[in-house]
């Protein structure tokens, strides 16, 4: 009753009934003008992947930049203005850049395909919203080189470093964020309605696959705290060059005030880069355990509640800024129930293995490592909550640790076991597993050279965003440093096989590509043709 | 295969997307500069590639609607589809509501926290005493802990006749409605010109208020947390009358042209909708920065 939509070998005829591929192969596009004027939400699900694993290389140049100026201690690379715009870009642009485009192009690739709809529900929409994207950015990336230089206040631009401290790129900035935001803001509406409108006859709320389920979810995160970025930005846009006194408590207004509004958005901006991720691992785990999912039900349920929470912790960011106890109280307890419904998703992922027939093909291992990893990020999230303790972490190595767990072995591990795993459907071909083998060893191996060291420095006092530090934590910088540079070194394996793969280089696949996986996406040919489901499968 | 669906209308290539991305890249790199160039007071381009921006935004607005009349019109679209334009409406009013909420957040973050907490409430006696003693909090907000001093603008007179009218007009725009979904194509013209004239109005006295403010009362939006949240928050909101107005201008030459059936008017649900939302937010406006 319950399970996510399985087909059978019954409905495995009404792929060659739903997919009227022949005459529309002639008609593709193409040149460059395929890509600017489509409105395919193939072609846009490309262009949001590329466009994420482009601005995934430059900020992680950035990171390069960061960990080669902390490989030894004292200044020696960079000026520290030059190395505050490097922590602050490279964080806006893993989050708005990468992360969150990685995921939208995964949906605009999956979704349709998975529920049974011909494109997403509003197609030119789509298109726009990709196209903003590299605009944005490139405003974004264009104003490090102003005079004065770039953002240097934190991708969480804090005032008064927004307003009262920061340069003329501040006005750049604010406009770069509305546009980024206006983008997701139709791309989740995009989503929502999809999911709400397209959706093949029988394919119900509860068959949905997981993915949909939690991109859905994430959608309306995206559309409920995008508007209230966009709010922070222009009161910071005033207050910086307006006069006004919103985060100026010499006019009655108050700088803590904007981390109140900054978190509002800020929190469930967070799970809005790890719910997909829980998605993809709900699809992968049941493939190479070759059972269903376990607790499928309490899948969706966890996902929505932990979804309604995220608006209610905002402050456990805030534990230091001296708000009354009673609200440290309460942020730290509403923070610590959103342990129970992750932790209800790790159980449910381990027991789906419980007595699988498990193999271990490449999506499998991300998938693996992402359980193990994120779970360790996850907990240093729980010691974080604690507030008499975050005051120790707090603004230190620590929270920098946790949140890289969260977001690298937990969102990008994810996005990686999500492409290793659909790229086969999306060209038709199987991937160079030998390649794809030493992309996973050595990013799990560096990833971990690369953060766990973080914890022992944080927890020793080392804070985060600054270009030097003391002496005694400079043999863990090393390693941390070395960790790093191998860890950018192995995405260029990750490079070589995804230009392989869209080269069409290897093996031909079949149409179920694993043969433990399930749903309507592997039902269709390899490669998945231009267009599919131009009318509507029927989900038994 | 019996078919539920009738076919998802999934359009063509089109270029009215790329036009306006664009138009947004040339909107705000024109705004990011012009914001610069005044603070400065330096001539630049800001205001020009602004200037340009816009028109894109013009030219990409008018074709792509050009576009989607044409196409509803010659009857490609499906009720399905009709379900995901409204829905996509509806989701989009969302982030509106909570785009305003962010400021209603500030206002009220200002009212409860920060005004009063400065004045040595709760346990902040020291932070009165040690910043600005002789600060005193109030709401309005009419002196801050920097001297910076100003006048209420109360409730009495053009607020209260504004949002009069703006009710009326919620009524009227009802009323063409009801004229549209019965084909009472009068009432529907001559209920949907009142409604633009009245919201015309509206925007007229809000101009009048603002004179009266800066002119008269000193009220300002650098006088402070009460002018601060005072301006944005009418502001954005009269931003969004205009917009709303607009609409309803192109809604109201489209039915001059005879557009829109009893059934098939999504275009016009939109707007209303839309005209709806921002009455919603007038009241809540009237309420807790007017009134309360």
């Given at each position: ?20 591929h022949?005459?529309?192969e002639?008609?593709i ?44 201690p ?8 030059f190395?505050?715009?490097?922590t602050?870009?490279?964080?806006l ?19 349709p ?17 990709f ?21 240097a ?46 959706r093949a006859?029988?394919?119900t ?12 979810i ?12 966009a ?8 207050d ?5 006194s ?9 700088p ?7 978190w ?8 809005i ?19 269903p999912?376990?607790?499928?039900a309490s ?38 129930l959103?342990s ?7 159980f449910?992922?381990?027991a ?7 193999s ?52 990008i591990?994810?996005i ?22 030493w992309h996973f060893?050595c ?31 400079a ?26 793969a ?24 390899s490669p998945a ?6 009318t509507p499968?029927?989900?038994? | ?14 270029p ?31 205001s020009?590639?602004?200037g ?8 990409m ?7 989607q ?21 509806s ?8 785009f ?6 500030a ?41 910076t ?6 409730p ?15 009524v ?22 009142l409604?633009?004239l ?14 009266h ?6 009220l ?11 301006f ?7 931003m969004?009358?205009?917009?709303g107005?607009?609409i ?10 005879g ?5 098939n008017?999504f ?24 009134i309360?």
């Open positions: 009753m319950t399970k996510p939509a399985q087909m059978t070998s019954h409905d495995a005829t009404l792929a060659d009934d739903t997919v009227s022949e005459h529309h002639h008609h596009p193409k040149g460059l003008m395929r890509w600017v004027l489509t409105t395919n939400h193939k072609d846009i699900g490309t262009l949001y992947l590329w466009f994420a694993f482009i601005m995934f290389l430059v900020g992680g140049a950035m990171a390069m930049v960061i960990r080669a100026e902390l490989f030894q004292g200044l020696q690379i960079v000026e520290p203005n190395f505050n715009q490097m602050t870009v490279h964080g642009i893993m989050v708005f850049g990468a992360v969150m485009p990685a995921f939208t192009g995964l949906a605009n690739w999956l979704i395909m998975m529920i049974g709809a011909p494109d997403m529900a509003l197609p030119r929409m789509n298109n726009w919203s196209w903003i994207l590299p605009f944005a950015f490139a405003i974004l990336l264009g104003s490090l080189f102003m005079e004065g230089g770039g953002p206040f934190g991708w969480t631009f804090y005032a008064p470093l927004s307003t009262t401290y920061s340069n003329d790129s501040t006005a750049l900035f604010v406009f770069s964020v509305h546009i980024m935001g206006i983008s997701s803001i139709m791309g989740a509406i995009n989503v929502i309605v999809t999911i709400f409108n397209m006859p029988g394919m709320w509860m068959k949905m696959p997981l993915f949909v389920w939690t991109w859905l994430t959608a309306f995160l995206l559309i409920a705290v995008m508007p209230v970025l709010g922070a930005v222009t009161m910071v846009l005033t910086k060059f307006f006069g006004t919103f985060f100026d408590a010499a006019g009655g207004g108050d803590v005030m904007f981390q109140h509004i900054f509002f958005f800020g929190h469930p901006e967070v799970y880069m790890i719910l997909p991720a829980f998605g993809i691992i709900s699809q992968i785990i049941p493939t190479f355990a070759r059972k999912l376990f607790g499928y899948m969706v349920y966890a996902t929505a509640s932990i979804a309604l929470l995220s608006f209610i912790v905002w402050a456990h960011h805030m534990f230091t800024t001296g708000m009354p106890v009673y609200m440290e109280m309460f942020f730290m307890f509403a923070t610590m959103i129970v419904p992750t932790g209800v998703k790790v449910n992922w381990v789906t293995m419980w007595r699988g027939s498990m271990f093909e490449v999506p499998m291992l991300f998938a693996l490592a992402f359980i193990v990893l994120f779970t360790i990020g996850g907990l240093s999230g729980l010691m974080l909550a604690i507030t008499p303790v975050d005051f120790q972490y707090h603004d230190t190595y620590f929270v920098v640790a946790h949140f890289h767990y969260v977001l690298v072995t937990g969102a591990f994810s990686m076991a999500a492409v290793y795993y659909w790229v086969p459907k999306w060209t038709g071909r199987m991937f160079n597993i030998t390649l794809a083998k060893w990013s799990l191996v560096s990833v971990n050279v690369l953060f766990f060291p973080m914890h022992f420095v944080g927890l020793a006092g080392m804070p985060r965003r600054i270009p030097d530090y003391s002496l005694q934590f043999d863990f910088n090393q390693w941390i440093s070395i960790g790093g540079f191998a860890f950018g070194l192995s995405q260029l394996i990750f490079l070589t096989v995804v230009i392989q869209c080269r069409k280089q290897g093996e031909p696949v079949s149409d179920q590509v694993w043969d433990g996986a399930h749903g309507l996406e592997w039902e269709i040919p043709p231009y267009h599919t489901f131009e499968p029927v989900v038994k | 295969m019996q078919q539920p669906y009738e076919k998802y209308y999934v359009p063509a290539q089109s009215w997307p790329i036009v306006g991305a664009v138009a947004l890249f040339l909107i705000a790199v024109g705004a990011g500069n012009m914001v610069i160039d005044t603070t400065k007071e330096a001539d630049g381009y800001g020009l590639i602004l340009a921006g816009i028109v894109a935004l013009l030219v607005l008018v074709g792509w609607f050009k576009n009349i044409d196409e509803s019109m010659s009857g490609l679209y499906s009720a399905q589809l009709g379900r995901s334009y409204r829905q996509g409406m989701w989009f009013i969302f982030s509106e509501v909570m305003f909420g962010a400021f209603f957040g206002l009220f973050y200002a009212r409860l926290i920060s005004v009063p907490w400065l004045g040595g409430a709760s346990n902040n006696e020291m932070t009165n005493t040690v910043l600005w003693p002789q600060f005193q909090a109030m709401w309005p907000l009419l002196s801050t802990p920097n001297g001093t100003t006048q209420q603008m109360g009495a007179g053009l607020p209260t006749i504004n949002t009069i009218i703006l009710l009326i007009s919620s009227t725009l009802h009323f063409a409605h009801v004229g549209l979904e019965q084909n009472k194509r009068k009432q529907l013209t001559w209920m949907l010109g409604t633009i009245l919201g015309c109005t509206f925007l007229t006295l809000q101009v009048e208020e603002y004179i403010a800066y002119k008269e009362l000193g300002t939006l650098q006088s402070g947390i009460y002018g601060n949240t005072f944005m928050l009418t502001g954005f909101h009269g969004h009358v205009t917009l107005t607009l309803l201008m192109v809604l109201f030459g489209r039915i001059v042209k557009h829109f059936t009893p059934d008017h275009a016009f649900q939109a707007g209303s909708w839309y005209w709806h939302f921002v009455d919603v937010v007038w009241v809540m406006l009237f309420l807790f920065v007017y309360l």
